[in-house]
């Protein structure tokens, strides 16, 4: 099957089926079980083992099911992270029905921002995730509460692609 590919790009093909396969098995597991190691996970201090397991959830080899179970940690993350894991966690969360966890990752944001407040940066990827979920009428009152801290951060042209935000849930 692979005769015409180097012997490097055959093994990692292989090495990406084995963990697509385990990835399959591991997503129907026992949510109690998933739950407990995805938390570990997402809260060790390695952060390229935390970068990683983000990175599947963003890539979808780990389900949305895997991802509503540690939403309150990847809300921690986007918001108060290592810099390297944020983007992957916000596409993370955008693979959920946002209608459904709408509340749930609005609580988590004013949550931890209120935590890491003295961190200036809490505020830039708070409103971000906010944005790219198209949560409009949460953002303007994120926008409102912390106008203060968000002064410097959001330029007239994210005001003018905040105006034209459609809200969907």
């Known amino acids: 099957m692979y005769n ?10 292989s090495q990406l089926n084995k963990l697509e396969e385990s990835a399959f098995r591991y997503n129907q597991l026992d949510k109690n079980i ?3 190691d995805l938390k570990n996970a997402l809260n060790q201090k390695d952060e390229l083992k935390v970068l990683r397991i983000v990175k ?25 992270g290592n810099e390297e894991c944020i983007g992957y966690a ?12 709408r509340n ?13 407040k003295k961190d200036p940066f809490v505020f830039r990827y708070a409103w971000r995730l906010l944005y790219n ?16 801290q968000l002064r410097y951060e959001i330029t007239e042209d ?3 692609d905040i105006e034209r935000l459609t809200e969907f849930v």
């Open 4 to 13: 015409d590919y180097s012997i490097e790009w055959t093994d990692l093909i």
């Open 34 to 36: 998933m739950e407990r």
């Open 56 to 80: 599947m959830m963003s890539e979808e080899i780990l389900f949305a099911n895997s991802i509503e179970l540690v939403l309150e940690d990847l809300v921690q993350i986007v918001v108060h």
């Open 90 to 101: 916000m596409n993370a969360i955008g693979h959920l029905n946002i209608k459904k966890w």
């Open 104 to 116: 749930e990752i609005i609580k988590y944001i004013y949550k931890y921002t209120e935590k890491y």
């Open 133 to 148: 979920l198209n949560l409009k009428k949460e953002l303007l009152n994120y926008i409102d509460m912390y106008k203060e």
């Open 158 to 160: 994210d005001k003018a």
